[in-house]
């Protein structure tokens, strides 16, 4: 090796022998270049990172608010469903009450055809109680299946206490969601997830009272599908006289729909 093309380096020390490394000049060039060549991006990776943050960050807001549009828009559809639950509700007993609505049903029977005001949820409510010990009330309810187990996928589920003769109508849910002024759970997939019914499943639901004073008038019971359709409905109504005896015993009432 030529000494022109060598560099050497002395590292001297305060005791011993001093030592040296020598090396090849081109060595030394090219790791000067790969050094520089690091730093050079290094500071590129820098500056279009700053170039697009602000674009990112505009990105991620973008990306919030089409969330919360599109939450908003899935609690529209949760108050259309129950809107339109009630309607097929109201004109099933009008029908009913005008002596039209057996005609109706055994004519599309007939001719093998199925209105949709026909259309079983998947799913029922078979019974409840509830039960008041003190300050806690307490809605025990058995989901049974209808049909073809295949046909329900499970769902979320709510029960929310009312007291309706108070102004304005004060409710209490379990579990924790928003409510509307009927009493309607805005956010359906903040209930209690439940599974697929094959046959029969309980579930049990309590809240607390404000007070041993504390009453409620009716119970609700609410079944949303996977996708946030209504499935079931299930209004009852509450005894003044459960309330008086839960404060000093256990009491339990058997409910029946209304």
Avoid at 89 to 95: D, K, N, Y
Avoid at 136 to 154: H, K, L, S, Y
Avoid at 212 to 231: I, M, P
Wanted: hydrophobic share 40%.
């Amino acid at each position: 090796m030529k000494a022109q093309n060598t560099l050497t380096f002395i590292i001297s020390r305060n005791y011993g022998h001093p030592i040296s490394l020598s090396l090849p000049v081109w060595r030394v060039y090219l790791g000067v270049v790969l050094l520089l060549a690091l730093l050079a991006a290094m500071v590129v990776m820098s500056i279009l990172f700053l170039a697009t943050y602000p674009r990112m960050l505009h990105i991620e807001q973008q990306r919030d608010e089409f969330r919360k549009e599109r939450d908003a828009l899935r609690d529209q559809l949760s108050s259309a469903s129950q809107k339109l639950f009630e309607l097929k509700e109201e004109r099933f007993l009008l029908a009913g009450a005008n002596g039209e609505g057996a005609g109706k049903r055994a004519g599309r029977a007939r001719n093998g055809v199925e209105a949709a005001s026909d259309y079983l949820p998947p799913v029922q409510i078979s019974s409840a109680r509830t039960t008041v010990d003190r300050r806690i009330v307490e809605v025990v309810f058995r989901i049974v299946n209808q049909g073809e187990p295949r046909r329900n996928r499970g769902g979320f589920l709510f029960a929310v206490f009312e007291k309706r003769d108070a102004d304005p109508p004060r409710f209490a849910v379990s579990p924790k969601v928003s409510l509307n002024d009927e009493g309607f759970p805005e956010t359906y997939k903040a209930g209690v997830r439940f599974p697929r019914v094959r046959k029969a499943v309980t579930y049990r639901r309590r809240v607390r009272r404000q007070n041993a004073e504390d009453y409620f008038t009716h119970v609700t019971l609410f079944l949303f599908s996977l996708r946030g359709g209504l499935l079931v409905k299930e209004r009852f109504e509450l005894d003044r006289e459960l309330f008086s005896k839960g404060r000093s015993a256990r009491a339990t009432q058997v409910l029946l729909k209304t």
